[in-house]
């Protein structure tokens, strides 16, 4: 078994405004990067269906959204986040591949798998669009496992240098998902603060670690090893996921954190290690952010060459 890589060119066509940084070419560097080590990638991936996609979102919302997109809507009704003609399709498929994803790993025809996917979905809640988000993919991707799979317990690690809002939204009060976030704080949205713990019978099964700009591996790697860990030990997650966001690395154009490449392999090299602890290995990882193409390019593989027991990917940028 190996890493499943699953990238559907239609994720090119979420066009969200030619200044956007989310924008077509983030899909492109990262396929390059993928392919130009001769890793296959999986292009042929499923549209999510309603019923799949109301795991986590409302029918109104669902409603609305899809509403607004065709009918010529530059912005979501629910929020901030711009849309063009194709972004209902795109975003419906990008959940799909997640799915797909998860398939491939729960039934063991994959350790491992990583979707190249846009629009992002981590600040998409049950019933909003939010940021640069329309459909929350994992938490999707989390609660199909759940149900198509039987899952029981549920890790999910954001990285991004973004707040997950929607994601810790989703799962706040529900104990079989755990979510574990870093990232910069102050900065969009303003969630995600320490005492941020989860409620009812989600309590103490939400771990926010904020850090101030400039923070590196030290910080992020050691919240990771110093605390959730510890917490993974307890937990016993069967299946892990990432909202693997490389706007954390040094150079990006919305977030200043300074993770390098070689960061991102020893993440994913520890989330590995959590897998490997509980979840028969078993891990997810979703793209999120990340807005310098080079930087994406190059965290990406190392990523992705990580998941496949290479290390960091040849020619990363190392520390």
Not at 69 to 78: A, P
Not at 102 to 130: I, L, Q, T, W
Not at 152 to 165: F, K
Not at 282 to 287: A, D, E, G, K, N
Request: glycine share 12%.
């Amino acid at each position: 078994m190996t890493t499943a890589i699953f990238a559907d060119p239609i994720c090119r066509e979420h066009l969200a405004g030619r200044e956007h940084p989310e924008r077509p070419e983030r899909f492109d560097a990262v396929v390059e990067a993928l392919g130009a080590r001769g890793w296959p990638i999986e292009t042929a991936v499923r549209e999510a269906t309603e019923d799949e996609l109301r795991l986590c979102h409302t029918r109104e919302y669902l409603r609305t959204a899809r509403q607004d997109v065709e009918g010529g809507y530059r912005c979501l009704s629910t929020g901030d986040t711009d849309i063009g003609p194709e972004s209902w399709k795109v975003a419906a498929r990008a959940a799909g591949a997640a799915l797909n994803a998860v398939d491939a790993v729960m039934e063991g025809r994959a350790r491992n798998a990583f979707c190249v996917v846009r629009p992002p979905g981590h600040h998409a809640n049950a019933g909003r669009g939010m940021g640069f988000c329309l459909l929350n993919n994992i938490a999707i991707a989390a609660r199909y496992a759940q149900r198509r799979h039987g899952v029981g317990r549920a890790l999910i690690v954001d990285w991004d240098v973004h707040h997950g809002n929607g994601t810790q939204d989703i799962f706040y009060e529900d104990g079989s998902v755990f979510f574990f976030s870093t990232h910069q704080c102050p900065l969009y949205p303003g969630t995600g603060r320490a005492d941020e713990t989860g409620s009812g019978a989600g309590a103490g099964t939400t771990m926010n670690c904020p850090f101030p700009a400039g923070a590196g591996s030290r910080e992020i790697l050691g919240a990771v090893r110093d605390a959730l860990m510890p917490a993974m030990r307890a937990f016993q997650p069967e299946l892990v996921l990432v909202s693997a966001g490389f706007d954390s690395r040094a150079g990006d154009l919305l977030g200043r954190f300074t993770l390098t490449d070689e960061d991102f392999a020893d993440l994913t090299g520890a989330v590995m290690e959590i897998a490997d602890a509980s979840a028969g290995g078993r891990v997810v990882s979703l793209l999120e952010g990340g807005y310098s193409l080079s930087g994406l390019a190059s965290a990406s593989a190392a990523h992705v060459g990580a998941l496949q027991g290479f290390g960091s990917a040849p020619g990363t940028i190392q520390r």
